[in-house]
């Protein structure tokens, strides 16, 4: 059941707001001093705050704001309906701003929406703090929405035997996706084969794929078993799918249809038990439609189909990745290295064709190239030097973009600004509550309620 607090000094007022809240099956509990509100925020949970801001006490709904905003969402009341009395109500923290006489459908859709609002985000925070990392050790790096979001299809698929199509651009990571679905599977203690099937020609692909028996071809000394064979009970992943010609689909789909392969030059089957998940970065519908690949085949593969975002649509991975990234560099050349603001700025604004892997790339060459400890602008590809982008990277505000590039809400804001401050003071509380003007017994309040586990982050150090 939400709890909700209500402060007023108005008896009738407290009474007629506890029982619109009542009616919607939320318990109410209301204070007529600051002093009330304080003693009961310290020995009860409230989902939500509902104070009006003009009080008969020394204290005022804003100072409630100020001291329980960390804690729950507030919405102030007030019977001066101002811009003015909005403006500052929103300047100190408060969710939302209500007027005198309200009306009741009013008062509760804002609290309603207060409460799921909050109640979703801590969600989101708490599964990109628990799942995020169970994937990053397979190489996938990302805690947006949409990465997150990906994560949990991976989870729902890794434990079933169904074929999964894995879709997405060049350089966005599709085999860290293949891996992940097989390092998360019952068959992740037996082998996983990548086979890139744009790579080699049909004739060998098939020999690569199916094996060979001897004298089948010329150099062909001794029976070899093919990459299928070698993925027994374990996953079989073939990339770049949509650049096998029209006779090897047929072999695929024999494969995939009957459970059985043949090798080059023998005309007896060989059962074969390995998960087959395919990848490619070409639209295969089109293809089907366009004639160029087996609608049948394209069928068999995508009975499971997942799509690997750009990294143009999760912009506020690119930070995190770029850190990742630097800090493998600066292993490789014993150096400690970080990032300028402006720096950074170009990261962010620039749109990464070549997603992942492009991104991989130029924080390798900038680590090259830098003089100092910093990357600097000039430290990254020249490509990156171009009016638009650092037109793009002029627009934001602070380095932080990654914090506003998906166009959050505020609460999303300030969990993303404690977690860089975090990441920028080495996880040193007391540093943190510093630079955000704030004690420490608030910073945990915060970290509490953004679900981060400050004593884990400070033992990493």
Same mark, same amino acid.
């Given at each position: ?26 318990? /109410? ?38 001291? +329980? ?37 009013? @008062? ?55 074929? @999964? ?69 374990? !996953? ?68 499971? !189909?997942?799509? @690997? ?16 990234? +630097? ?73 932080? !973009? /990654? ?26 509380? !007391? ?31």
């Amino acid at each position: 059941m939400k709890r909700i607090l209500v402060v007023d000094d108005d008896r009738a007022s407290c009474e007629l707001l506890r029982e619109i809240f009542a009616a919607q099956g939320w318990q /109410a509990e209301t204070a007529q001093t600051p002093a009330q509100a304080k003693e009961l925020s310290e020995s009860h949970a409230f989902d939500l705050v509902v104070s009006d801001v003009n009080l008969e006490a020394e204290e005022s709904g804003l100072d409630i704001l100020r001291i +329980l905003r960390d804690k729950c969402p507030v919405i102030l009341v007030t019977g001066f309906g101002t811009l003015d009395a909005a403006v500052q109500a929103s300047r100190e923290g408060a969710w939302d701003f209500i007027s005198k006489p309200f009306k009741v459908e009013e @008062v509760v859709a804002t609290a309603r929406r207060a409460m799921e609002r909050e109640s979703g985000e801590k969600k989101e925070a708490k599964e990109a703090e628990s799942v995020a990392p169970n994937y990053e050790q397979t190489g996938l790096v990302g805690r947006s929405p949409i990465m997150i979001e990906l994560y949990k299809e991976i989870a729902r698929v890794a434990p079933a035997r169904s074929t @999964v199509l894995i879709t997405g651009e060049s350089g966005t990571g599709k085999e860290l996706v293949a891996r992940a679905i097989h390092q998360h599977s019952p068959r992740a203690a037996r082998p996983f084969v990548p086979v890139n099937c744009g790579a080699l020609t049909e004739t060998l692909l098939e020999a690569e794929l199916f094996g060979h028996v001897r004298g089948s071809f010329t150099g062909a000394v001794a029976d070899r078993k093919g990459l299928w064979e070698e993925a027994e009970e374990g !996953t079989l992943f073939l990339d770049e799918t949509g650049e096998t010609s029209q006779a090897m689909q047929v072999k695929l789909l024999r494969a995939l249809q009957e459970g059985e392969i043949r090798r080059v030059g023998s005309s007896k089957p060989t059962r074969v038990n390995a998960r087959v998940v395919a990848a490619t970065n070409r639209d295969l519908e089109r293809e089907v439609k366009a004639g160029r690949f087996r609608e049948d085949l394209f069928y068999r593969l995508s009975v499971v !189909t997942l799509v @690997v975002p750009p990294l143009r649509d999760r912009r506020s991975d690119i930070p995190l990745l770029g850190e990742r990234f +630097l800090r493998l560099a600066a292993e490789r050349t014993g150096r400690r290295l970080r990032f300028s603001d402006s720096a950074l700025n170009l990261l962010m604004a620039y749109d990464w064709p070549g997603n992942v892997r492009e991104l991989e790339n130029a924080v390798e060459a900038a680590a090259l190239r830098a003089r100092g400890a910093e990357i600097a602008p000039e430290d990254l590809p020249v490509k990156m030097q171009t009016s638009d982008v650092k037109a793009r990277a002029a627009l934001s505000r602070s380095p932080l !973009t /990654a914090m506003y590039a998906d166009l959050v809400s505020m609460d999303e804001l300030e969990r993303r600004y404690l977690l860089h401050v975090l990441e920028a003071t080495g996880g040193n509380r !007391t540093r943190a509550a510093e630079i955000l003007d704030i004690d420490r017994r608030t910073l945990y309040r915060m970290a509490e309620r953004f679900g981060i586990k400050l004593e884990e982050r400070e033992r990493e150090v």
